[in-house]
């Protein structure tokens, strides 16, 4: 035995790029479905329809594109929607995933039953979510009204109001998310060595202490990439305050993601749209980038 492993070539140069082979399916499709959009939204920002008697001509226009974004009202509604959006949203499903990850990580009588049910919203299509959300929120007939009636409540115009549209969606995508992001902070509860849990136990620590000083610290990288993903996906949001409201009312739930919608497929501004698409990027990644610096494990 000892003789076969001392015989045993190493892995050599000829045989590096193997896993590169395995990974080269999941490179294409990536490449496929987000790098080359990227490059394609940078590249539409650049230009744009100009009419003349011989019909729209599609030319090189520059930054015109993002000079006309910059003067858009529209647009700074947009991102400020967006900004509200994503600073109320983010926070809030990472810290409701993380309380039901540490409830689904009890060891009591019924757990796994409880984890099948929390996990139902994962299961079910955004669009059959938010279509039947939106039956639920209506003004007028809505089941959620419906129980405010029932307790003699006064009824809310969930949808239709400008101080309540957006928090109904934030509301929305919360129930459809939480779930989801559970899954990550349960697999890094039980990822945690009991041993270093009963230790400190031994040295004294409350379970608070022990969740501040111990689950936490060895949590933090799950919970940075919680948090960038979060991030991520919800800048990029579309379905919900599309199906749910259209952008309104008063555009107060026009998000970026369908302010670019409804700039390139609505208005015929392919460039606007664009143009949206790399301001967007760009505020992703420094928003991310600050996530990385706050969050960022620390290294021993």
């Not at 009419?51 to 001509?57: L, Y």
């Not at 060595?193 to 689950?215: C, R, W, Y």
């Amino acid at each position: 035995m000892a003789r076969a492993i001392a015989e045993a070539k190493p892995f050599g140069r000829r045989e590096g790029w193997i896993p590169f082979l395995f990974l080269l399916p999941a490179f294409s499709l990536l490449a496929l479905f987000r790098l080359i959009p990227v490059l394609a939204s940078f590249r539409e920002a650049l230009y744009g329809n100009v009419f003349s008697a011989a019909g729209p001509e599609h030319v090189f226009v520059g930054l015109r594109n993002f000079e006309a974004l910059l003067q858009d009202p529209v647009f700074w509604k947009s991102v400020k929607v967006t900004m509200l959006f994503s600073l109320v949203i983010n926070p809030l499903q990472a810290t409701l995933a993380l309380g039901l990850g540490i409830l689904a990580n009890q060891p009591v009588r019924g757990i796994r039953f409880f984890r099948s049910i929390y996990l139902l919203p994962v299961a079910v299509s955004l669009n059959i979510v938010c279509l039947i959300w939106r039956l639920m929120l209506d003004a007028n007939f809505g089941l959620v009204n419906g129980l405010l009636a029932a307790f003699d409540l006064p009824s809310q115009p969930f949808l239709g109001a400008e101080s309540h549209a957006l928090w109904s969606i934030i509301a929305v995508a919360t129930w459809k998310g939480v779930p989801y992001w559970t899954i990550f902070f349960l697999a890094g509860l039980q990822g945690i060595p009991k041993s270093i849990l009963e230790a400190a136990a031994i040295d004294g620590a409350n379970s608070v202490q022990m969740f501040l000083h111990v689950t936490l610290p060895m949590l933090r990288r799950v919970i940075l990439f919680v948090l960038v993903a979060d991030t991520i996906i919800n800048f990029v949001l579309f379905i919900p305050p599309f199906v749910l409201t259209g952008g309104g009312p008063q555009l107060s739930t026009n998000l970026l993601m369908l302010e670019t919608y409804r700039k390139g497929f609505l208005f015929g501004d392919t460039g606007g749209a664009g143009a949206i698409s790399v301001l967007l990027l760009g505020i992703m990644v420094i928003i991310v980038g600050i996530e990385f610096a706050l969050v960022r494990p620390r290294e021993a």
